[in-house]
């Protein structure tokens, strides 16, 4: 079993969507968590960057952290074409940690 | 903000041969880098943590004399594919952590663009 799970996709949906992308783990000791885009043939950009359980805001983007579920999300509100890109998690046991990635969920915004 | 430039972004070279990518932390010092390799559809692996001044720390199955990596200064990362072959093909992508700033809550590991290996 992977220690974190993410569904490949790929994803579409139309213009103006919410779409929502989620990871599940079996390490309770995860504590960091994050979510990049990554465009194609481009080094992945950190979205969002949260600590143990609760929701984090920025614009279109919501990240949700669900510790007794093992199970992460990231909302997005609006979606947009330029929002088209492949997404990964990403978590740690502690700060400056190691990361470990999910698979990427390749999402695709149709105009 | 945190910038990591990666060079070249592109390779490609003859089996046998050895390559040398770099790993630059332009507007930060980084006292250590990671280098992640990518296959098609797939995420990120590990392969090594870089540390300036040391040796590096190497993921289980990485062939520490294969992938050759030396941190040399607080802005510089070097990774070295030795004796190249085709299996060596994949995105090979470098991430620096701002050093000697906050909290690591607020830095978070910011990645170059990715080096795209073709050995033939």
């Known amino acids: 079993q992977k220690e974190v799970e993410q569904d490949p996709g790929p994803l579409s949906v139309p213009e103006g969507a919410i779409v929502s992308l989620n990871c599940t783990y079996s390490?309770?000791?995860?504590?960091?968590f994050m979510w990049y885009r990554q465009y194609s043939r481009k080094g992945p950009e950190l979205l969002m960057y949260?600590?143990?359980?609760g929701n984090k805001e920025d614009g279109r983007f919501t990240a949700q952290v669900d510790k007794s579920s093992k199970y992460i999300s990231l909302f997005i509100r609006d979606s947009q074409p330029s929002d088209s890109a492949t997404y990964l998690c990403?978590?740690?046991?502690?700060?400056?940690?190691?990361?470990?990635f999910g698979q990427g969920t390749e999402l695709s915004v149709k105009p | 903000g945190a910038v990591v430039s990666q060079h070249p972004s592109r390779v490609i070279c003859k089996s046998g041969t050895s390559v040398k990518i770099e790993c630059r932390s332009l507007?930060?010092?980084?006292?250590?880098m990671f280098w992640y390799r990518q296959f098609p559809k797939q995420s990120l692996m590990l392969m090594a943590t870089?540390?300036?001044?040391?040796?590096?720390?190497?993921e289980q199955g990485v062939e520490k004399d294969k992938f050759l990596i030396n941190h040399a200064s607080l802005t510089l990362s070097t990774l070295t594919v030795t004796s190249a072959h085709p299996e060596d093909s994949s995105f090979y992508i470098c991430?620096?952590?701002?050093?000697?700033?906050?909290?690591?809550?607020?830095?978070?590991?910011?990645f170059g663009n990715g080096t795209r290996l073709t050995v033939t």
């Open positions: 991430s620096a952590r701002v050093s000697g700033g906050p909290s690591s809550y607020n830095s978070p590991l910011h």
């Open positions: 390490n309770s000791a995860f504590q960091y």
């Open positions: 949260t600590y143990s359980s």
């Open positions: 990403a978590m740690s046991y502690n700060q400056g940690g190691k990361l470990i």
């Open positions: 507007d930060f010092q980084a006292t250590t």
């Open positions: 870089s540390n300036e001044g040391s040796k590096a720390t190497y």
